[in-house]
């Protein structure tokens, strides 16, 4: 059996996104021009509830889309099968000169967040990218560093860190995983 | 990460040796790539590096535009070799062909030619995935992917719709390559055209068989009406296409007579005034030009799935999660 | 070669001898003499200095004859020449052949009749009988002058390859050949009717999306040809008969006197139209491979001497003119090798057809068709055997072929049955020990 440890639980969650949302806002110095993209999948969900707290916070509508990276993945032509691709989809503000905040679930080698900012450039030139996570576990292979965290985690390399989210798996919370495998 | 369920393999010969789950595969994955040509940078990275040529041994523009598109769409080099202005081919067997291309270590080859059987010739000859994009009066499976996903877009399903094929079904590749996708994703298949241009055997295939457009009518949801190749005339298969319009083309009477509304779709190119009336062709039940935008799409689908996915592979990837 | 000495006396020994000229079916020995059979009968004398060939578990049979095959020479020696065909028919066990005249130039003329069988002695092997073109040029306007090619050594006429399609011209080459007491060989096809056909017209052809030649194109043809042999009383041989319709038709005819002899295949007796998928060009010959239905009554009239004999319609190309698209690629199979082969083991072993009446098809009936001397082990008939082993198994493996073409659809088949010995004129021409 796989061993799990919870790292944080749904109301450590809430608390962690509420206050990223006010990050955001300070970092933005305000709500004004600001657009919040998901990455696929569940950085989708973190997003909307990140939306939905700034939302109720400034008064004002917040444009919002997804992103879904595989085409823009460095490992495309090296997984075998070819991943499903999802839609990306884009507000119909676009992100010209906007304040765009890339949301995600765990930062770890970085390579999801270079895939990102690679399909935004070809979406359009945002003013400003925010990168926001809401666990930063280490492990990175590329110079790429989180604006707003929820949690930072020291994890493993054979450790694995798991968002759980509703609408996805039934529960809000972030697990840490130990797989134990029958080869190791 | 979710996956593909089942590898398309190295090649897209036909739609025959495909299974219903592999033909749904390429439909689903063309729907994100159709956000793509709508974008300001209609570009994704995904085959960067890759080469493909477009071997071209009989003519055609919108399918070799269509792919070029496609490819240039997701980054790959093209060349584009064409029968007419290349010696290349003239007077070369495919197999030379065939080797010429391996030694010059492409990745893909999308192959029009003007033989039955000619991409699978290639296919089994070079390492390279092939695609095939029209050969002989064989199969054309882009064309008929591009065919299913519009009347998906259309009608929500496939299955259970009852879908005529109208025209010169002897020649058509697009014809048996929409017969193999219908059938195989539940769809009730019809094709109607004069006797001489419909083969004998065709109804051991699955299909029905209407001898009068009328009839094809008051049975169809959806028609395609294929291009009436005007040497046929020349041949003797109908006597002129003054008369062909007359008893087979597909004018707003007629349609006004189904008893349902019926979608109408052409592969192009069409012959106005022949096989169909430009108040049809440009009328309401037209998704012609959907098709021609649909046709984009699917070849990037079909791009994305073929390339490198060498099935021996997958395994080596099951862990294809980034951070 | 191992050779028996020019005309030296050769004893076959122990062997069992089938001949159903002579209702001989049985261990005896043959004796061969001066080049002629000399004596068949149980424990012969061992004449003074006699090759004695030890034929104990095998079977002597008068020499195979095919009178059906193209051995490309001249014009075409990048497929075949007339030595490299002689060998591979001797291997298959033929101890004769007949050349059919679709070479480039025509064998329209006594001079190239002349050179096809000089070059088919000179290739010391099976024997080589021309047979002449029937039209000039074989394009079915005006008739060859068949007295002169008759003279020069050809035993029959025909367009093969073509069909003579002028009606007129068939009824005149039936009439005028009567002279000479040849048959008129005919390729049966309606070219109209065929179009752009490249392979049997029906289901495969329409999911192949390959053009179709329809059973019609040849039952229309083998009508024709029957009913102008019935006119005018002359010989007609058809080739390579596919179609059920064909067969049935043949049988009618027979029955009311017509004089028509026929021919099957070993690839229309073995193979249907199903071979064709995945456009195997190896599987592409005109008449193309049929339906099952068309199959079983090939079978049918091979059985019952409707088709009274077996030719293999031997076709070699060369491989890059067949390593190309189904349609591009040219029809026709080798068959000179294989022939016997298939034929003991889908007929003989399987009990669908007795030995006697196998030899009768190969030998017999193509010798009297074509008024060949042997087709039996008659004393005093020319000395030409082919000694069977019906056991030896074996491989179809196209490398191996003589022939300077691989062109089988037969390849990687295993076979129960072959010949080991072909002896022509009381020479061997070849044996499998080399």
Not at chain 2, 16 to 41: H, M, N, V, W, Y
Request: proline share 5%; aromatic share 4%.
């Amino acid at each position: 059996m796989d061993q799990r440890i919870t790292l944080m639980d749904e109301a450590a969650v809430e608390r962690a996104l509420a206050r990223m949302a006010r990050e955001i806002v300070e970092l933005n110095q305000g709500a004004e021009g600001l657009v919040i993209l998901g990455i696929r999948r569940r950085g989708v969900e973190l997003a909307q509830r990140i939306q939905t707290l700034l939302e109720a916070e400034e008064e004002v509508p917040i444009p919002s889309g997804a992103l879904d990276i595989t085409l823009y993945r460095d490992d495309l032509m090296e997984v075998g099968p070819r991943p499903l691709v999802g839609e990306s989809s884009l507000p119909l503000t676009g992100v010209d000169d906007r304040c765009v905040v890339v949301v995600d679930d765990v930062l770890f080698t970085g390579r999801t967040t270079r895939a990102a900012m690679n399909e935004l450039m070809d979406w359009g030139r945002p003013g400003r990218i925010l990168l926001c996570v809401l666990v930063d576990r280490g492990g990175r292979e590329l110079p790429i560093q989180p604006d707003v965290v929820g949690r930072t985690v020291s994890a493993l390399p054979q450790q694995e860190v798991e968002v759980l989210v509703p609408e996805e798996d039934g529960r809000l919370s972030v697990e840490l995983v130990l797989r134990n495998r029958e080869e190791a | 990460m979710s996956r593909i369920s089942s590898s398309l393999g190295k090649d897209l010969i036909g739609l025959e040796p495909l299974s219903a789950e592999q033909i749904r595969g390429i439909l689903d994955t063309a729907e994100p790539f159709k956000e793509i040509s709508e974008r300001r940078i209609k570009k994704v990275p995904v085959l960067r590096g890759k080469t493909i040529v477009n071997l071209f041994m009989e003519p055609s523009t919108r399918t070799r535009i269509s792919f070029e598109f496609a490819e240039k769409r997701l980054s790959a080099d093209t060349v584009n070799i064409s029968a007419s202005g290349s010696s290349v081919v003239k007077g070369e067997t495919l197999v030379d062909t065939a080797r010429n291309l391996e030694a010059m270590r492409i990745d893909m080859v999308v192959i029009r030619h003007g033989a039955s059987g000619a991409a699978r010739f290639l296919a089994e000859r070079i390492p390279s995935n092939v695609i095939n994009a029209g050969d002989g009066s064989h199969e054309h499976p882009t064309q008929a992917l591009l065919d299913l996903l519009t009347i998906r877009d259309h009608r929500k399903r496939i299955e259970g719709l009852r879908v005529c094929i109208v025209g010169d079904i002897l020649h058509s590749r697009v014809a048996r390559s929409n017969i193999f996708g219908l059938l195989k994703l539940g769809a009730q298949v019809g094709v109607c055209g004069p006797r001489t241009l419909v083969p004998a055997g065709i109804e051991a295939l699955g299909v029905e068989r209407f001898r009068r457009i009328e009839e094809a009518i008051e049975w169809a949801d959806v028609l395609n009406v294929l291009r009436l190749q005007l040497e046929r005339m020349r041949t003797g298969y109908v006597p002129s296409l003054r008369e062909y319009n007359r008893v087979f083309g597909v004018t707003t009477p007629r349609l006004e007579r189904a008893p349902r509304d019926i979608l109408v779709l052409h592969p192009g190119p069409m012959n106005r005034g022949v096989e169909i009336d430009s108040d049809v062709a440009d009328g309401p039940q037209s998704v012609i030009l959907q098709q021609v935008t649909n046709g984009v799409a699917v070849r990037m689908a079909v791009l994305y799935l073929l390339a490198g996915g060498a099935p021996e592979r997958a395994e080596a990837a099951k862990t294809g999660g980034l951070g | 070669m191992t050779g028996g000495g020019e005309g030296g006396p050769v004893l076959l020994q122990g062997g069992r001898v089938v001949d159903p000229e002579q209702g001989i079916d049985g261990l005896c020995d043959v004796l061969l003499a001066g080049g002629r059979v000399a004596a068949v009968g149980t424990d012969l004398e061992v004449p003074e200095g006699a090759e004695l060939v030890d034929c104990r578990g095998l079977v002597v049979v008068p020499g195979l004859i095919d009178v059906h095959v193209h051995l490309r020479e001249p014009g075409g020696e990048h497929k075949e020449t007339i030595a490299s065909g002689a060998r591979a028919a001797a291997a298959g066990g033929f101890t004769a052949v007949c050349a059919m005249p679709n070479t480039d130039p025509v064998i329209d003329s006594p001079a190239t009749v002349g050179f096809v069988a000089a070059a088919g002695k000179a290739a010391g092997a099976s024997r080589v009988y021309p047979v002449g073109a029937l039209s000039l040029g074989q394009r079915g306007e005006q008739l060859t002058e068949i007295g002169e090619l008759v003279d020069a050594g050809a035993v029959a006429i025909t367009d093969d390859g073509r069909p003579v399609m002028d009606s007129g011209l068939m009824r005149r080459a039936l009439e005028y050949s009567q002279t000479f007491d040849i048959p008129v060989a005919d390729h049966p096809e309606d070219l109209g009717l065929s179009g752009k056909g490249a392979m049997n017209e029906g289901v495969v052809s329409a999911r192949l999306g390959i053009q179709g030649k329809p059973n019609a194109s040849e039952d229309a043809h083998i009508l024709r040809d029957l009913l102008v042999a019935e006119l005018t009383g002359g010989h007609i041989h058809l080739q390579h008969v596919s179609t059920r319709h064909g067969v049935r038709a043949i049988r009618d005819a027979k029955a009311r006197g017509v004089r028509v002899t026929a021919e099957a295949t070993p690839h229309h007796l073995l193979l249907t139209d199903e071979a064709v998928e995945g456009y195997r060009t190896e599987a592409k010959m005109n008449p193309p491979l049929r339906t099952e239905e068309d199959r079983l009554e090939v079978v049918a009239g091979f059985l019952d001497g409707t088709l009274d004999t077996l030719a293999t319609d031997h076709a070699p190309h060369h491989y890059d003119e067949k390593e190309q698209a189904f349609d591009d690629a040219p029809f026709g199979v080798v068959g000179l090798e294989t022939c016997v082969g298939l034929l003991l083991t889908h007929f003989v072993h399987e009990e669908r057809m007795d030995l006697s009446t196998l030899v009768d098809r190969m030998s017999r009936s193509p010798a009297r068709a074509f008024r060949l001397p042997g087709g039996d082990l008659k004393v005093g008939g020319p000395a030409d055997v082919t000694i069977l082993d019906l056991e030896a198994e074996w491989v179809v493996d196209s490398a191996a072929f003589l022939s300077k073409s691989r062109n089988t659809p037969f390849e990687g088949w295993e076979l129960r049955g072959r010949a080991v010995r072909t002896i022509v004129g009381g020479r061997t021409v070849w044996s499998l020990e080399g």
